[in-house]
């Protein structure tokens, strides 16, 4: 019953490197979302996808990528790192539309 | 655009107090709206949902009525525990699209 699982839960990166903060469901979902929280902000979305090979933008997208290649994954990757992208990395995925999104235990990003 | 707008943390209260937890929201069409839970270090968990007017969502002593003609959702428990204590977040999904608008959070600390 393994659900949403994000890997690494940590990770350290100095400016200008490169990384895939991955994601995986078990669970079919069609929709994937990609959220990153910094205090005081809540959650803003970075990326989405409502199904394999479809992908689209949220509130937040400069400096990040995605590719649905599967149902069940869906990797973000920062191109080059930014200490503006310290934050934490949260991965979900739902049913449909209207329904509830079940999130991972999210990623502890620090760009020094 | 869509938005959801929640009172402004940290809510401290004595064990077995009454919670209330405001949430407002600004949405065009019929949104379905949640309310999330955090604990430290971990994912956001759905703690109940509504997805039409004057639906009332419960949880674990936990409410929230969908209140289309005052655009709330406001979160409450008759009777808290130190267990309570995280932070909470307002959600709304316009239905259309996997995206979904969380409030900022509210950081609930219970003290016994």
């Known amino acids: 019953n393994a659900g949403v699982t994000q890997t690494p839960k940590f990770q350290v990166l100095k400016t200008g490197q490169s990384m895939t903060l991955q994601c995986a469901q078990d669970m079919n979902h069609e929709y994937m979302s990609w959220y990153r929280q910094d205090p005081g902000m809540g959650l803003r979305l970075i990326h989405y996808?409502?199904?394999?090979?479809?992908?689209d933008q949220g509130e937040v997208p400069n400096g990040y990528n995605v590719s649905r290649s599967t149902t069940e994954d869906f990797p973000l990757r920062l191109l080059s790192a930014a200490p503006s992208q310290t934050s934490v990395y949260f991965c979900a995925s739902s049913n449909s539309p209207r329904q509830p999104q079940h999130f991972g235990d999210g990623t502890r990003l620090s760009i020094l | 655009g869509d938005s959801v707008t929640q009172m402004e943390g940290p809510v401290t209260l004595s064990e077995e107090a009454f919670l209330t937890i405001n949430c407002t929201y600004t949405?065009?069409?019929?949104?379905?709206l949640f309310w999330y839970v955090q604990y430290p270090g971990e994912g956001l968990q759905l703690l109940l949902k509504a997805t039409k007017a004057d639906d009332k969502g419960s949880n674990k002593g936990f409410e929230a009525t969908y209140r289309k003609e005052t655009t709330s959702f406001h979160l409450e428990k008759g009777s808290v525990q130190v267990s309570d204590s995280a932070v909470y977040f307002c959600?709304?999904?316009?239905?259309?699209?996997?995206?979904?608008?969380f409030g900022s959070g509210t950081k609930l600390n219970v003290k016994p």
């Open positions: 949405a065009t069409g019929y949104p379905s």
């Open positions: 959600a709304l999904s316009d239905g259309n699209f996997n995206k979904f608008y």
């Open positions: 996808s409502v199904g394999a090979g479809i992908t």
